[in-house]
């Protein structure tokens, strides 16, 4: 099962059948959470220079070790990889119906979904106005495995546009029961690459991570889940009243 019918039949179990609200309300939800989590909210990424070739000299395909390549220029962003997953990458054809040019805006989503496509995850190793990036695959080496980038709940917009960046976040759902959820939200972790969703002890709480598309659409979603949850308990005619002066 993929994780988009995972994440619909979760929803279905959590009783949220019904279309989901307006997104912005939902970020305006997301970024009202986030000073409590005291992260930076900055930009994961310096913004492209410019367009992104995805054709070769002469017309011929190029593979993903130069589709990086070319990116890297754009961003000054330096993506690193061992000698295997070099090989892999430059092995891997960037294989497209139609061939020209990308928008810088669009380019960091175009190269994630075909590097997520094709087996890679990406990991932020170093921060700042020269970002070092790692490039791993499902069957990097034992003890290599991908550090992920804590984001704040404000940057939902932007995790989604990276697919293969491997984040997590913190996400409080003050109308959930996330201990007795536990067993259902793990039954959301995605199948192309490491994933978690876990509870916070007590709290109401829980830790997303993945890649930035699957994180920013399970957050969504649980925050949907939760916003309802909250708004059916004040329509309850059994909730006791609230507490006098």
Not at 7 to 29: D, V
Not at 76 to 81: A, D, K, Q
Not at 161 to 179: G, I, K, N, Q, Y
Request: proline residues 9%; charged residues 15%.
């Amino acid at each position: 099962m993929n994780t988009a019918s995972r994440i619909g039949l979760f929803a279905i179990f959590l009783g949220a059948c019904a279309a989901p609200q307006n997104y912005n309300h939902e970020r305006a939800h997301a970024r009202a959470l986030a000073p409590l989590l005291n992260l930076a909210s900055g930009p994961l990424f310096p913004a492209p220079s410019g367009p992104l070739s995805l054709q070769g000299d002469g017309g011929r395909p190029l593979n993903m070790f130069e589709v990086l390549e070319r990116l890297s220029s754009l961003t000054n962003v330096t993506y690193s990889s061992d000698a295997r997953i070099t090989e892999q990458l430059k092995a891997t054809p960037v294989a497209l119906t139609q061939s020209g040019k990308v928008s810088g805006e669009d380019a960091y989503a175009w190269v994630e979904s075909l590097l997520s496509q094709s087996g890679f995850t990406l990991a932020m190793l170093q921060q700042g106005k020269r970002p070092l990036v790692g490039v791993y695959s499902t069957g990097s080496r034992p003890g290599s495995a991908p550090p992920f980038l804590v984001v704040d709940v404000a940057q939902i917009d932007e995790c989604r546009a990276h697919p293969a960046l491997l984040v997590s976040m913190v996400v409080s759902l003050p109308h959930t029961d996330v201990r007795a959820l536990g067993n259902s939200l793990r039954t959301l972790t995605q199948d192309n690459g490491p994933s978690m969703v876990t509870p916070v002890g007590t709290t109401k709480s829980v830790v997303i991570g993945g890649t930035g598309r699957y994180v920013a659409d399970t957050v969504t979603m649980l925050l949907t889940v939760d916003q309802r949850a909250g708004e059916g308990k004040a329509l309850d005619p059994n909730s006791p009243p609230p507490a006098g002066p």
